[in-house]
């Protein structure tokens, strides 16, 4: 009888486990993204100062200044949901660009999202020509350091 009452009870928490796994789980990284607060921007008018106020820091300031001394801020964020244990997938990817002028006011507001995006192929290999360690650079390469580390402490 304690058996019967044993595997109900066991049954009962790993099926609460399992379908507890399979709820869909919403994932926000970067700037939360809420286009009315994009769309209040008021270009010619709106300040860095406004902006600041209304949307926060951005995700990314521009350190270069374009031709005629403006700038841009960049807010990005990304959206994902997952679903128990499986891998995260992307649901929204978009970027927001705002551009000042030299005079702090802002020029234009556009959205980048992963459709009006252009893609960049990248070349994931880096060149480590002549950073390559040799066997005996392998073996004793640290030596020194432990050494030197060792004497200090005595």
């Known amino acids: 009888m304690r058996s019967l009452a044993f595997c109900k009870t ?59 001394g403006g700038y841009r801020w960049f807010y990005s964020g990304k959206q994902m949901t997952k679903f128990g244990f499986t891998e995260p997938k992307t649901v929204r990817t978009d970027t927001y660009v705002i551009t000042f002028n030299s005079s702090d006011v ?13 893609p960049v192929e990248m070349d994931t290999v880096t060149d480590k020509s002549g950073k ?12 020194g350091r432990y050494i030197d580390a060792y004497s200090k402490e005595r």
């Open 106 to 118: 802002v020029t234009s507001v556009n959205r980048i999202s992963e459709e009006t995006a252009i």
């Open 10 to 68: 066991l049954f009962t928490v790993v099926s609460l486990v399992v379908v507890s796994a399979c709820e869909k789980t919403v994932i926000n990284r970067g700037y939360s993204i809420n286009e009315e607060d994009f769309n209040s921007i008021k270009i010619g008018t709106d300040t860095v100062h406004n902006v600041f106020a209304k949307l926060g820091s951005p995700t990314l300031r521009s350190s270069v200044l374009d031709k005629t």
């Open 132 to 143: 390559t360690k040799g066997a005996i650079n392998e073996l004793f390469g640290g030596m």
